[in-house]
């Protein structure tokens, strides 16, 4: 059990509303990654962080942004939902200092945009 | 570019039967990571292998076996007397290392196998 949970496990919004989705690990783990998981897809990386306000884009950033102001959370918002967005995502942490470890994954949170 | 490639979208076995499960991935970094998650009906994600490419060597975990083999660039999982509760998507996942590498986790597009009691 890598400590990781995320909140809400799921959410129904409508198109246009801002949500934000929580990352939060107990571990003191310094890499931290989103992911979206879709239908033929497998789950692609959206925005991952190497520290403290550090952050970066991943494959599938837009329409997304994230914040990481304290070791333990990483948020993800999505500032204008869109049906699009409808998906589940993922956090992940890596064991390690330098992000060439293994990943573990939260429980995810489904998100419905109508 | 790197890429992983799941061709068998789905797999349907009955109880007790052996299963290989295909991964062939393309990355042009010497250095790199092959992993295997599992996904059960509940959804959450289950690591179960990782291997670096300087590590050839076949693994066994029990029912559970990887090849893999570099001069194909396949990474293959196989189950062996297969029971119900295998029945899940299983993931095989990339990673490169290099200055560019950010740790990010490239993945197929997942094989659903269902066995059959």
């Known amino acids: 059990d890598a400590g990781i949970t995320q909140s809400p496990r799921h959410k129904v919004t409508e198109t246009g509303t801002p949500v934000t989705l929580r990352c939060h690990q107990t571990e003191n783990h310094r890499y931290m990654y989103w992911y979206r998981q879709d239908p033929g897809h497998g789950l692609r990386l959206i925005h991952y962080?190497?520290?403290?306000?550090?952050?970066d884009k991943g494959e599938v950033s837009d329409g997304y942004s994230v914040s990481r102001s304290k070791t333990e959370d990483f948020l993800l918002t999505l500032e204008s939902a869109t049906s699009s967005q409808t998906s589940v995502y993922f956090c992940a942490i890596s064991e390690g200092g330098s992000g060439t470890d293994t990943q573990y994954f939260g429980p995810g949170t489904r998100l419905t945009v109508l | 570019a790197q890429k992983v490639t799941q061709a068998q979208t789905e797999i349907s076995v009955v109880e007790k039967e052996d299963v290989t499960l295909d991964c062939v991935y393309e990355?042009?970094?010497?250095?790199?990571?092959l992993f295997w998650y599992k996904q059960p009906p509940s959804g959450e994600l289950v690591f179960l292998i990782r291997r670096n490419s300087f590590d050839e060597q076949n693994e066994i975990s029990g029912r559970y076996s990887w090849n893999f083999q570099k001069s194909t660039s396949s990474f293959n999982f196989t189950i062996t007397a297969s029971q119900v509760v295998d029945s899940a998507v299983y993931f095989c996942?990339?990673?490169?290392?290099?200055?560019?590498?950010?740790?990010?986790?490239?993945f197929g597009q997942g094989t659903t196998l269902q066995v059959k009691p």
């Open positions: 962080s190497y520290g403290v306000k550090d952050t």
């Open positions: 990355t042009r970094d010497t250095t790199y990571y």
């Open positions: 996942a990339l990673r490169g290392y290099g200055s560019s590498n950010t740790g990010k986790l490239i």
